[in-house]
């Protein structure tokens, strides 16, 4: 059965850092464009970031860039996403997705999603 499992969510004050882990089973890892989506109060679900099944890695959101990093080990099918400089606007539930394919710079066919980890950012 497919699952991923996130972790390394928590409150952290304006400027501290958090990792997020997902750790993936039952599939291929490895041959999965795999994302990191939010959900923050008020906005739409969107892509944080992803890094295709080659190790192709994008920063998604503007805001972001430069302060989130996305990266992933295959032989331990786990991702990563690691935040510096949080700020209040970053606050909301983070997802991890396993696509199917990769197109348009963005993971399509997304065929998993974890549970979601809560991130907390105070002023």
């Known amino acids: 059965q497919p699952h991923l499992v996130e972790s390394g969510g928590g409150s952290v004050q304006a400027g501290g850092s958090l990792n997020l882990t997902c750790a993936g089973s039952g599939f291929l890892f490895a041959g999965y464009c795999m994302g990191w989506y939010r959900q923050t109060p008020g906005r739409d679900r969107e892509e944080v970031a992803h890094i295709t099944s080659s190790g192709s890695r994008t920063t998604d959101i503007d805001s972001v860039k430069g302060r989130f990093t996305i990266s992933k080990d295959n032989a331990k099918s786990i991702l990563y996403l690691s935040m510096d400089n949080l700020k209040p606007e970053d606050t909301g539930v983070y997802y991890c997705?396993?696509?199917?394919?990769?197109?348009?710079?963005?993971?399509?066919?997304?065929?998993?999603w974890g549970q979601g980890t809560q991130v907390t950012v105070s002023s």
């Open positions: 997705t396993a696509g199917v394919s990769f197109s348009r710079n963005r993971c399509q066919s997304l065929a998993y």
